[in-house]
C-alpha cells in the first residue's frame, strides 16, 4: 500500500491560488491518486481523482508528473469556506481489496 | 439519495458499558468501511466489508472491538466493554466498486 507525504498545515489568504503537494514514492502502476477535502464536524468528502496529466473538475485540479511520484491539488481562488483538511491517497480503486491510508492530511486555513 | 445514515450521531457511556453504532450505507454500494477518527491518530481504518464480507479487519484496535454486516444495507460496529480511550467520532462509509467512498455523518462518542 502506497504511503503518502503531504505538509501538515498551509495557510492563505481570499482570492489567492493554493497548491497543496502530496508524495508518493512508491506508488503502483495500477494505483490513482484521490484527493479528499474534511470540514470541521463532518465525514470527508471525495473532490478529485486522476492517474496522470491533469485532471480539472468545478472544484479543483489536479497535477499527476510524468514518474506519478508526486502530485499537486490546485485550488482556485479559495475563500473562507475552503478552510478544510485536505487528504491525499493512493490506491488501486478497481481492486477488491480497495482499502485507503488516509493519514494525517493537511489542514488548509484560509484568512480574510 | 439519502447518503450513509449513522446513529446514533452522539452517544455518551460510562467505562464499561456496551456500545453499538450503527450504519445504513448507500443503496448498492458493495464496499461498506468503518473509521475511526482521533486528533492524535487521524482518521484510521477499522474494517471494511465487500459485499457484506469482512475483507480485512486489521485496524481493529482490539477484541473488545467487534462488526458485523448481516445484510447489504445494514452494518453495526460493537464496542464491549468500552474505555475513554474509545472516545473518538466513528464514521462508516459506503463505495460502489472503483469509485469514491461516501462518508455519514459520523458517530461521535464519549466515554467516561
Known amino acids: 500500500l502506497a504511503k503518502t507525504t503531504q505538509p501538515i498545515s498551509m495557510d492563505s489568504y481570499e482570492g489567492q491560488e493554493v497548491n497543496i503537494t502530496c508524495s508518493h514514492n512508491?506508488?503502483?502502476?495500477?494505483?490513482?491518486i484521490t484527493w479528499y477535502q474534511q470540514f470541521p464536524s463532518q465525514g470527508p468528502r471525495f473532490i478529485i481523482q486522476?492517474?496522470?496529466t491533469k485532471v480539472t473538475n468545478e472544484v479543483a485540479s489536479l497535477f499527476i508528473p510524468a514518474d506519478r511520484k508526486s502530485s499537486t491539488l490546485s485550488l482556485p481562488r479559495v475563500s473562507l469556506s475552503d478552510t478544510a483538511v485536505y487528504y491525499c491517497?493512493?490506491?488501486?480503486?478497481?481492486?477488491?481489496?480497495?482499502?485507503?491510508?488516509f493519514g494525517r492530511g493537511t489542514q488548509l486555513t484560509v484568512w480574510p | 439519495d439519502a447518503g450513509v445514515i449513522q446513529s446514533p450521531r452522539h452517544e455518551v457511556t460510562e467505562m464499561g458499558q456496551e456500545v453499538t453504532l450503527r450504519c445504513k450505507p448507500i443503496?448498492?454500494?458493495?464496499?461498506l468501511f468503518w473509521y475511526r477518527q482521533t486528533m492524535m491518530r487521524g482518521l484510521e481504518l477499522l474494517i471494511y466489508?465487500?459485499?457484506?464480507?469482512?475483507?480485512?479487519d486489521s485496524g481493529m484496535p482490539e477484541d473488545r472491538f467487534s462488526a458485523k454486516m448481516p445484510n447489504a444495507s445494514f452494518s453495526t460496529l460493537k464496542i464491549q466493554p468500552s474505555e475513554p480511550r474509545d472516545s473518538a467520532v466513528y464514521f462508516c462509509?459506503?463505495?460502489?466498486?472503483?469509485?469514491?467512498?461516501?462518508f455519514g455523518p459520523g458517530t461521535r462518542l464519549t466515554v467516561t
Open positions: 462509509a459506503s463505495r460502489l466498486q472503483g469509485y469514491e467512498q461516501y
Open positions: 512508491n506508488i503502483a502502476t495500477n494505483d490513482y
Open positions: 486522476g492517474y496522470k
Open positions: 491517497l493512493v490506491g488501486d480503486r478497481g481492486s477488491t481489496l480497495g482499502r485507503l491510508y
Open positions: 443503496s448498492g454500494h458493495n464496499s
Open positions: 466489508f465487500n459485499n457484506n464480507v469482512p475483507i480485512d
